[in-house]
């Protein structure tokens, strides 16, 4: 690969998006869109890493290694510049896989009444939301044999958590929302696991690129309640979508990204919540 080919190759893959990939969430912001967090790349205790998005690049205080994104896959997943690059690839592939999985599971939403009567006791109501957030729903002991039809090597379908390493979908009986990166899976088994996500980033505001146009801002704890509010007309509404009971032990990386929105949001989710039993349009503190 020629300089300028691998300069243009890395533009595909900024550095921030991978670290966020990885659940790096940053300390504090700096001046010049920089931000400064613990290393990933040694056991760090007070923030050293420092990252400027807009080059793209790191350099850490602590151990005093930096680079681009590629140097940062080498050191991170302690591999040679070759493999580094198959990983960064196979990583930005999970975009494609993603989308032919929601939509895979959005065509089987219509064909499970269970997944449908679920939705719609959840308060779930309206066809419009199920379009916007992109709802599907995961029977189980079917997508694998889909994506294998589409090309997909197994291999990539373990890695992306999607296929269990016994060879069986992840993804069973649950009611999907995708998000930025990951898949939500909530069971309609009350035996199995509620919540489900796919390895990786779970961070960050629900729809927040729509929410932030308006003026003001309504953040809620949950989907389901995003979704209520939503279909009731509020179109100026986020969540996290880490759901309160998973959320305890990642408190500290809940409040890095978005300090004054996490704020915001234990007052209104306060408000929100009371509002929405009231009106009984869903049940706000199971997610
Ligand atoms: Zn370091």
Aim: glycine share 8%.
């Amino acid at each position: 690969m020629s300089r300028q080919a691998l300069d243009e190759w890395k533009q595909q893959i900024p550095l921030m998006d991978y670290l966020q990939a990885l659940d790096w969430r940053p300390a504090r912001q700096l001046s010049r869109g920089r931000s400064i967090g613990l290393c990933p790349l040694h056991a760090d205790h007070k923030p050293s890493f420092l990252v400027d998005p807009r080059k793209s690049l790191f350099y850490c205080y602590g151990c005093g290694r930096g680079g681009d994104v590629i140097r940062f896959a080498e050191l991170y997943h302690e591999v040679q510049f070759p493999q580094a690059l198959v990983l960064l690839r196979q990583w930005r592939g999970l975009a494609p896989l993603l989308h032919e999985v929601t939509s895979f599971y959005g065509m089987q939403l219509h064909r499970h009444a269970e997944a449908v009567a679920y939705l719609y006791q959840r308060g779930i109501r309206s066809p419009e939301v199920i379009q916007h957030m992109r709802i599907g729903y995961a029977p189980g002991g079917c997508l694998r044999a889909w994506l294998t039809d589409l090309g997909y090597p197994l291999q990539a379908l373990r890695q992306a958590g999607l296929v269990t390493a016994a060879g069986y979908d992840t993804y069973r009986h649950r009611v999907v929302f995708p998000l930025e990166g990951n898949l939500y899976g909530r069971s309609l088994s009350a035996v199995a696991p509620p919540h489900r996500f796919l390895p990786g980033a779970k961070g960050g505001l629900y729809s927040w690129d729509q929410a932030r146009l308006y003026p003001e801002v309504i953040l809620v704890e949950g989907l389901f309640d995003y979704a209520a509010l939503w279909q009731a007309g509020f179109h100026n509404v986020t969540c996290r979508w880490v759901p309160i009971s998973m959320r305890a032990s990642s408190a500290n990386s809940a409040t890095a990204r978005e300090p004054s929105i996490w704020l915001l949001m234990q007052i209104r989710t306060a408000v929100v919540s009371r509002r929405l039993n009231r009106l009984s349009l869903g049940s706000p503190n199971t997610a």
